[in-house]
């Protein structure tokens, strides 16, 4: 199975950089995934590793370090429609998702 | 890009009947396809993994004969909450890998429906 790990609730200011961590333990591993979930939708693709490394998607860019089971994802220009939930995801051996319990993002004028 | 289509978004039934949500990728073929159930404010929850032509593979913990899955062609698969109860009030989400927009790993959404057992 996999346990991920990541915050409860962040704030930032609008305009201004957030990093969201992850931490992940897992005995399968295919990649992992960060995805924006807004209250009552589903959630939509933001960014995902699968090798070491920095992947950078305009605003988004995701982080991960296997030998350290840690990944983040870095939001930049902070806008007010990216309060939302931050979901960490690892993907197992048979390519499906295991969630963590989300970060919620809250971004203040 | 890669489009998960799911209905219905919402649905109310009386408790002890049954619910069919549909599941279906619309531009692109998904031999595998993942079913989901989040209660407010928590994350997704694995529930099965729906195998076109074979039976779906249940987590633990989650009733087979409860959660009825079928996936009986390339771009459909079904999940039929039999015997609905309050319990069962959740948000239930699919999803598919693949499309060639999105990557081979990359899982698509559909939209989720909202299920109330009354």
């Known amino acids: 199975g996999q346990n991920i790990d990541q915050p409860t609730e962040m704030t930032a200011t609008e305009g201004a950089i957030v990093q969201i961590n992850c931490t992940y333990q897992?005995?399968?591993?295919?990649?992992l995934f960060w995805y924006q979930q807004h209250a009552g939708e589903a959630p939509t693709f933001l960014s995902y590793n699968v090798l070491d490394g920095l992947e950078e998607k305009g605003r988004f860019s995701s982080f991960l370090s296997r030998s350290k089971g840690y990944s983040y994802l870095l939001l930049k220009e902070l806008q007010m429609k990216d309060s939302a939930s931050y979901l960490c995801a690892g993907m197992n051996s048979g390519y499906a998702l295991n969630f963590g319990k989300g970060t919620s993002l809250l971004v203040t004028p | 890009g890669a489009v998960v289509s799911q209905h219905p978004s919402w649905v109310i039934c009386k408790s002890g009947t049954s619910v069919k949500i549909e599941c279906r990728s619309l531009?692109?073929?998904?031999?595998?396809m993942f079913w989901y159930r989040q209660f407010p404010k928590q994350s997704l929850m694995l529930m099965a993994t729906s195998n076109e032509g074979s039976k779906a593979t249940y987590e633990q913990g989650v009733e087979k004969d409860k959660f009825l899955i079928n996936h009986a062609s390339l771009t459909l698969s079904t999940l039929t909450v039999t015997s609905a109860h309050p319990e069962d009030s959740s948000f239930y989400i699919c999803s598919a890998p693949g499309g060639e927009s999105t990557g081979a790993n990359v899982l698509t959404f559909g939209a989720g429906s909202r299920l109330t057992v009354l």
């Open positions: 897992t005995s399968g591993f295919n990649g």
């Open positions: 531009d692109f073929q998904a031999t595998t």
